[in-house]
């Protein structure tokens, strides 16, 4: 396929507008009177993108940015007000929990409504049913009224009737958050299952996480408008600053510079980072560390203020974002003045126990606003950074290597067998 054929969803200029009244007498006036008695709200404005078929996109933003409004609007469930949505393919969509269910009924016939709701035919529900409840998890409660179903329940059963259309497009929205463990990592299975027959996931989160172990891109909505798109890591860092920003707001401090790599185009104006480097026990910088060396981690700050207490540190991700270790003077109970003017080294101390592979490391340079040290402003954040590979012959899953060990086998009596 090319062109066109190749988007499951294109968006131009798409637009949504409420309009807000302060007292529901005011919208009678309006229509009477003919005079504006509203404020207007755009809860969109002048959204532009697209989505390839296959593709895993995650919408991020803070809250009120317009996330769960761009998700109705291509659901077809919320009328735009300005621009154009082209949707190629049958949309399997997750909103509102509950949405489309009856809550007087129980849930085996919710499972029907739910499978009305998104085009399924009676046959196609009736061959479905038994996988929906197996997969949701219910089966003791799925002849229940679903009015007696927790908020997590609902979502099990939401997902599970969503996820058995095989949709050409699936959009959620949030709707995993209020699911347990076991279930969410089933869901997340699910979604990469349907993003791999060739359809498209489109799903709305504030989870970071999720959005760097299942998406291929991400797009970040800050007022109703798009601020970033593109690598899933590059967009979770600006949504993080924007949160930094925030903060600093609150706290009525300098906002605070997001820098990606070495590219310093703009400097903190109190305190910066000079640059960082992962070195061995020799001093010099190395790119390539083995499994149980010993590293050290150099920091270098120059204050333009005087500053009465600062934070250094640094996390540890993998090249898709995940966060697997980090720390820093806070959380080591250590605080640090500098002077204007001033320049200092801060050093950490690590030993290798990566899994082999490449990893990225963040820096971070903070000002503590009291003895809390929880109360803090970010000043700079230096993102990818440093880039360093990993090596080791040991044999074991995950990221990184907690030395575990075997220390035996024993027989157990019959008595110390029933005891445990």
Same mark, same amino acid.
């Given at each position: +396929?090319?062109?066109?054929?190749?988007?499951?969803? &294109?968006?131009?200029?798409?637009?949504?507008?409420?309009?807000?009244?302060?007292?529901?007498?005011?919208?009678?006036?309006?229509?009477?009177?003919?005079?504006?008695?509203?404020?207007?709200?755009?809860?969109?404005?002048?959204?532009?993108?697209?989505?390839?078929?296959?593709?895993?996109?995650?919408?991020?933003?803070?809250?009120?940015?317009?996330?769960?409004?761009? %998700?109705?609007?291509?659901?077809?469930?919320?009328?735009?007000?300005?621009?154009?949505?082209? @949707?190629?393919?049958?949309?399997?969509?997750? +909103?509102?929990?509950?949405?489309?269910?009856? +809550?007087? %009924?129980?849930?085996?016939?919710?499972? =029907?409504?739910?499978?009305?709701? %998104?085009? +399924?035919?009676?046959?196609?529900?009736?061959?479905?049913?038994?996988?929906?409840?197996?997969?949701?998890?219910?089966?003791?409660?799925?002849?229940?009224?679903?009015?007696?179903?927790?908020?997590?329940?609902?979502?099990?059963?939401?997902?599970?009737?969503?996820?058995?259309?095989?949709?050409?497009?699936?959009? @959620?929205?949030?709707?995993?958050?209020?699911?347990?463990?076991?279930?969410? @990592?089933?869901?997340?299975?699910?979604?990469?299952?349907?993003?791999?027959?060739?359809?498209?996931?489109?799903?709305?989160?504030?989870?970071?996480?999720?959005?760097?172990?299942?998406?291929?891109? !991400?797009?970040?909505?800050?007022?109703?408008?798009?601020?970033?798109?593109?690598?899933?890591?590059?967009?979770?860092?600006?949504?993080?600053?924007?949160?930094?920003?925030?903060?600093?707001?609150?706290?009525?401090?300098?906002?605070?510079?997001?820098?990606?790599?070495?590219?310093?185009?703009?400097?903190?104006?109190?305190?910066?980072?000079?640059?960082?480097? =992962?070195?061995?026990?020799?001093?010099?910088?190395?790119?390539?560390?083995?499994?149980?060396?010993?590293?050290?981690?150099?920091?270098?700050?120059?204050?333009?203020?005087?500053?009465?207490?600062?934070?250094?540190?640094?996390?540890?991700?993998?090249? /898709?974002?995940?966060?697997?270790?980090?720390?820093?003077?806070?959380?080591?109970?250590?605080?640090?003045?500098?002077?204007?003017?001033?320049?200092? &080294?801060?050093?950490?101390?690590?030993?290798?126990?990566?899994? /082999?592979?490449?990893?990225?490391?963040?820096?971070?340079?903070?000002?503590? %606003?009291?003895?809390?040290?929880?109360?803090?402003?970010?000043?700079?954040?230096?993102?990818?950074? @440093?880039?360093?590979?990993?090596?080791?012959?040991?044999?074991?899953?995950?990221?990184?290597?907690?030395?575990?060990?075997?220390?035996? !086998?024993?027989?157990?009596?019959?008595?110390?067998?029933?005891?445990?």
């Amino acid at each position: +396929m090319s062109g066109r054929d190749d988007y499951a969803i &294109r968006v131009r200029g798409l637009s949504k507008m409420y309009r807000i009244y302060e007292k529901p007498s005011d919208m009678l006036a309006e229509l009477v009177t003919r005079r504006p008695r509203h404020r207007e709200h755009w809860a969109l404005r002048d959204v532009s993108f697209d989505v390839k078929r296959g593709e895993v996109v995650g919408v991020i933003g803070r809250n009120g940015a317009g996330k769960s409004t761009l %998700l109705r609007i291509i659901s077809d469930t919320l009328d735009k007000t300005e621009g154009e949505v082209t @949707v190629n393919g049958r949309i399997s969509a997750i +909103m509102v929990l509950g949405t489309g269910f009856n +809550m007087d %009924l129980t849930g085996r016939e919710n499972i =029907l409504l739910g499978g009305l709701c %998104l085009g +399924m035919t009676h046959e196609e529900i009736e061959r479905k049913t038994a996988d929906v409840i197996a997969f949701s998890g219910l089966n003791s409660f799925i002849d229940a009224p679903c009015k007696g179903y927790s908020t997590g329940m609902l979502a099990r059963l939401a997902f599970s009737i969503a996820a058995s259309v095989e949709p050409d497009i699936l959009i @959620v929205d949030e709707a995993l958050a209020t699911g347990d463990v076991l279930f969410n @990592v089933k869901s997340y299975s699910r979604m990469r299952e349907i993003a791999k027959s060739g359809a498209t996931v489109l799903f709305v989160t504030h989870s970071l996480q999720q959005i760097y172990d299942l998406c291929d891109r !991400a797009i970040l909505l800050e007022g109703g408008r798009v601020a970033a798109t593109g690598n899933p890591r590059t967009v979770g860092y600006l949504y993080e600053d924007m949160v930094h920003q925030e903060m600093a707001d609150i706290n009525q401090s300098a906002a605070p510079v997001l820098q990606m790599g070495h590219d310093a185009s703009e400097a903190p104006t109190k305190a910066r980072i000079l640059g960082a480097d =992962l070195v061995d026990a020799a001093g010099e910088p190395v790119h390539r560390v083995k499994d149980g060396e010993d590293y050290l981690i150099r920091i270098r700050v120059r204050a333009d203020q005087d500053i009465d207490s600062i934070s250094v540190g640094y996390d540890i991700r993998t090249q /898709t974002g995940v966060q697997i270790y980090g720390t820093s003077m806070s959380a080591l109970g250590i605080r640090e003045s500098i002077a204007a003017g001033e320049e200092k &080294r801060f050093d950490f101390t690590l030993r290798a126990a990566f899994n /082999t592979g490449a990893y990225v490391i963040n820096f971070g340079l903070a000002e503590f %606003l009291s003895e809390d040290t929880s109360h803090y402003s970010m000043i700079h954040f230096i993102a990818d950074s @440093v880039m360093f590979e990993a090596e080791t012959t040991a044999r074991f899953p995950g990221l990184v290597n907690l030395r575990g060990g075997y220390s035996g !086998a024993w027989p157990l009596s019959a008595n110390q067998a029933r005891r445990l």
